[in-house]
């Protein structure tokens, strides 16, 4: 590794290849705590770069544990996280609410590092044990509608830099990974990202792939869309500047999407909103995101028609209904 931070030291970036090998190298535990502190500064200092993003992405699809869901036509609704903005699990309800409307998710997700409750951190505390039995995936996506791909179970090479990665409690580029790196390789996906410079990359990443995919970005730092402004979203059609009004939605207030302390808060208001006890503003931001992966993944439709669609899946229990079938299956 000293050869490798000399050299990012001096203001050097990574090959598409080096950074591959790089990762492999962490992954195989090649190096000690102090070392991968001071690598994963270098990119907190400074931006990634699209070839060094390319090749950590490569080394960790090709060292994962492999699901084959290709049975189901899928999507993924999952947030780089990092956009330190505490609302509450935004992209995990609108999975949910996303296979109420009848649209298999295949969720990819993990614990919170620079957030106090992450999409597993909630899945756990409402009783969900997570699994990488691909039997019993597939019965899951086939009776609730959606499945839990818990990463440390897919991604167990990356437990070397877990401790590193809670200890320091910052974003770092595995947060720009992980909705990269779904393990049953879905071949659509609406991502939130958590800046602009970063939507762009992920967007020259996704044009040369075969995936169907949404890219978004609020412009007050969101990783989804929060209502509280406009937002940038980056498809396979092009690029949109849109606003809550765009989408026949009111704009909301910030404060109105705060999601708790602890995981014991979170999971309260997850399980409010999904019972549809929620805020107004509460089920009309699920709404928004869950519509824009319907959108994704129904085309003809329009986004209106999208989110009208997330809101029966709320207020009618289909999307509770799948969270129960989940977690009886």
Do not use: W
């Not at 770092?172 to 990269?180: D, E, Q, R, S």
Request: hydrophobic share 40%.
């Amino acid at each position: 590794m000293k050869e490798y931070l000399e050299y990012l030291f001096e203001h050097k970036t990574l090959t598409r290849e080096r950074a591959k090998g790089l990762l492999v190298n962490i992954a195989e535990g090649s190096y000690n705590g102090s070392q991968l502190a001071s690598f994963l500064t270098v990119f907190i200092m400074r931006s990634i770069t699209v070839e060094e993003l390319s090749g950590f992405r490569d080394a960790l699809l090709e060292i994962c544990v492999k699901v084959d869901l290709s049975d189901f036509e899928t999507i993924d609704l999952c947030g780089t996280g990092g956009d330190g903005k505490d609302t509450f699990n935004i992209s995990t309800l609108s999975s949910f609410v996303t296979a109420g409307a009848g649209v298999k998710v295949a969720k990819h997700g993990n614990y919170g590092v620079s957030s106090s409750c992450g999409s597993s951190n909630v899945i756990q505390y409402i009783g969900h044990e997570f699994t990488d039995d691909p039997d019993k995936l597939k019965t899951q996506i086939d009776k609730a509608g959606i499945c839990f791909l818990h990463a440390p179970l897919f991604h167990p090479a990356m437990k070397n830099i877990a401790p590193t990665r809670k200890e320091m409690g910052v974003k770092t580029f595995f947060n720009m990974l992980g909705p990269m790196v779904n393990p049953s390789f879905p071949k659509n996906q609406v991502v939130g990202v958590f800046s602009l410079e970063l939507a762009r990359k992920y967007a020259y990443l996704y044009q040369n792939s075969e995936k169907r995919y949404s890219i978004i970005h609020a412009l007050d730092g969101y990783d989804e869309i929060s209502l509280t402004g406009k937002f940038k979203v980056i498809s396979n059609n092009g690029e949109q500047l849109l606003s809550p009004a765009s989408l026949g939605l009111e704009q909301v207030k910030a404060e109105d999407l705060y999601g708790g302390a602890s995981v014991e808060e979170a999971g309260k208001i997850f399980m409010e909103i999904l019972a549809g006890n929620g805020s107004k503003t509460q089920n009309e931001v699920v709404a928004a995101n869950a519509g824009m992966a319907i959108k994704c993944m129904h085309p003809e439709k329009t986004i209106e028609e999208s989110i009208g669609m997330a809101k029966e899946s709320i207020m009618s229990g289909s999307a509770l209904n799948c969270l129960k079938t989940l977690l009886a299956t």
